[in-house]
């Protein structure tokens, strides 16, 4: 009897010791835990996100909290437009807000001069924020600021965050002075679930994640494998002990939304387009990916021109084959281009999956294939390209300037397909 008494009363001591270990081991692993992909690849975008500053006022003394995050996701000229949380640049007590780029002046206050006179100095030369718009049921804002230097513009993933998307957070944390942390993780993206802002807003619809968070880490950036941008975080939870139990992200969907949003509003910039390699980072994407899209599924026969040479599909059904969609494109690559009297010659890749039917139904394959090719776009430079980038126009009225472009032509490489015919029946 006493024995098991001894034993229970041990298992009761070691019960909160093993959930306190848990707990910080928890926190330990999420600060350490790193991607060999993400070291390598992140430098190229790192620099998007910077730190927030707020000066605020109290009485004659005026102070400076650095510890908020912004991510840059366009740029025209000197002007940068970022995203970040809501909560971060709508505080009643703030009379400004700056941005901390990466590359900007170190701090080092001299020894002879008082730290309220550096503050001011420091952060006065530094580009003021100005909120563009903001969306307080995703807690989200664009902010944008005037800097001379030249950072880097960080791409919104175009599909949605999936369960177990392996994400890294960059977020200039609660350290005033110090470059951005970056820490790894995994996104819950299972289902969504509501979190509580804490300032009176309604809930926001969030993914959980497993990347480190602490505070300065809202508004910071989550980029996934591609360097695209996969939400931006919002907060965080802690457990019984304070310790770190889970970020939250805004997921990218929403990040489109208002993106659009603003653009609709008449909040997006004229594109003014400096050089050649802009144009192709801005229309590539935006617009060339659809027109190219619209291309393949219109050009069936250059599609079973690349099923003939497979030789494990019937020849009779591939040329039955009279309808196509791209199912699946997951980037859209620029792989050159030239210009020769105006004209733009554009070389482009793009992987897609494609669904080829029959016009009965009767032949259904879903085709995986990578798609090359070059089209012209003669005076590029001279086109008003905000009638088509201006706003975020839907699919069939973008697709009207399909016009611009000419000659372009779509060659398929690598083709696989799948006979989809047997899982059809009426």
């Known amino acids: 009897m006493k ?29 350490t835990r790193t991607y060999k992909d993400f070291e390598r690849q992140l430098p190229a975008v790192q620099d998007a996100v910077f730190r927030i500053a707020a000066e605020t006022e109290n009485g004659s003394v005026h102070g400076y909290t650095a ?67 903001a969306d307080p049921q995703t807690d989200l804002a664009i902010v944008s600021f005037r ?52 300032d009176g807003r309604q809930d926001v619809r969030v993914f959980s994640h497993s990347a480190y968070v602490t505070y300065g880490s809202s508004g910071a950036a989550a980029f996934d494998s591609e360097m695209q941008l996969a939400g931006i975080n919002i907060g965080g939870v802690t457990g019984l002990f304070g310790t770190f139990r889970s970020g939250v992200i805004v997921p990218a969907w929403s990040l489109r939304d208002i993106v ?32 190219v899209s619209a291309y393949v599924e219109a050009d069936t026969e250059g ?36 210009e020769n009297a105006g004209t733009l010659t554009v070389s482009f890749e793009m992987p897609a999956i494609i669904m080829a039917q029959s016009a009965d139904n009767a032949v259904s394959l879903r085709i995986t294939t990578y798609c090359t090719g070059t ?11 905000n009638k088509v980038l201006g706003a975020d126009l839907p ?18 490489e690598d083709t696989e397909a799948d006979d989809l015919t047997a899982l059809h029946w009426d």
Not at 314 to 336: C, N, T, Y
Request: include cysteine; charge should be negative.
């Open 3 to 31: 024995q098991k008494l001894c034993i229970i009363c041990l298992c009761l001591l070691l019960l909160p010791v093993t959930v306190i270990l848990c707990a910080f081991g928890w926190e330990l692993r999420c600060k």
């Open 67 to 133: 510890g908020a995050s912004g991510a840059v996701f366009e740029r025209h000229g000197d002007c940068y437009y970022a995203l970040t949380a809501l909560h971060v640049v709508d505080r009643a007590d703030a009379l400004h807000y700056y941005a901390v780029p990466a590359d900007a002046p170190v701090y080092e206050k001299p020894e002879d001069m008082s730290f309220s006179a550096y503050d001011a100095q420091y952060y006065g030369a530094l580009p003021v924020l100005r909120v563009e718009f």
């Open 147 to 198: 800097y001379a230097g030249d950072l880097p513009a960080a791409g919104i993933k175009r599909d949605d965050v999936l369960n177990s998307t392996a994400i890294a957070v960059v977020s200039c944390d609660g350290t005033p002075h110090t470059p951005p942390a970056v820490t790894c993780g995994t996104v819950n993206g299972k289902r969504y679930w509501e979190f509580h802002v804490d």
């Open 260 to 291: 659009r949003d603003w653009k609709n509003a008449g909040g997006a910039p004229d594109m003014a387009i400096t050089s050649n390699e802009e144009l192709m980072e801005t229309v590539g994407e935006n617009f060339l990916w659809d027109v």
């Open 303 to 338: 599609i079973r021109a690349s099923l003939r040479p497979i030789g494990y599909l019937a020849p009779a059904d591939i040329e039955k084959l009279s309808e196509a969609e791209v199912h699946q494109s997951d980037e859209f690559i620029i792989a050159g281009y030239e």
């Open 375 to 385: 089209a012209e776009i003669p005076n590029a430079a001279a086109f008003d390209w």
């Open 395 to 412: 699919l069939q009225e973008k697709l009207s300037y399909s016009h611009l472009v000419k000659n372009l032509r779509v060659c398929y």
